[in-house]
C-alpha cells in the first residue's frame, strides 16, 4: 500500500523560508504534486513532478519563489517554499499518481495523498 508522510510545515513570518518534505513508500514510478487548501477555500495546485524527466511545474502564484525537487533514492519529494506571503497559509498536501501531463495540475489525477501539514505565514 502506498503511504506518503508528510513534515516540515510550520509558523513562519513573511519573507521566511519552509522546506516541505514528503516521504513515500509502498510504490515508485509516481508523478508527484504540492496541493493546498487555504482557510475557507478549495484545495488547488501548487507544484509538481513529472516521474519521467523530471519536468517540474508551478502555479503562476508561486512562481519564482517554490521549488520542486525530488531525491529518489530516498524516495522523498521536496517543496522548498522561498520569499513566503501571508496568502501562503494553508494545509500543504502531497499527492503521488500516475499522471499524464495534460491533467497534472488536477488533484483528480492523483491517487494517494499524505495528511497534510499546515504552514502559517504571519504578516
Known amino acids: 500500500q502506498v503511504q506518503l508522510v508528510e513534515s516540515g510545515g510550520g509558523l513562519v513570518p513573511t519573507g521566511g523560508s519552509l522546506r516541505l518534505s514528503c516521504a513515500i513508500s509502498g510504490g515508485s514510478g509516481y508523478s508527484t504534486g504540492w496541493f493546498r487548501q487555504p482557510p475557507g477555500k478549495e484545495r488547488e495546485f501548487v507544484a509538481a513532478i513529472k516521474w519521467n524527466g523530471g519536468t517540474t511545474y508551478y502555479a503562476d502564484s508561486v512562481k519564482g519563489r517554490f521549488t520542486a525537487s525530488r531525491d529518489s533514492a530516498k524516495s522523498t519529494v521536496y517543496l522548498q517554499m522561498n520569499s513566503l506571503k501571508p496568502e501562503d497559509t494553508a494545509v500543504y498536501y502531497c499527492?503521488?499518481?500516475?499522471?499524464?501531463?495534460?491533467?497534472?495540475?488536477?488533484?483528480?489525477?492523483?491517487?494517494?495523498w499524505g495528511q497534510g501539514t499546515q504552514v502559517t505565514v504571519s504578516s
Open positions: 499527492a503521488a499518481g500516475r499522471v499524464i501531463t495534460s491533467t497534472i495540475r488536477n488533484d483528480r489525477s492523483y491517487n494517494y
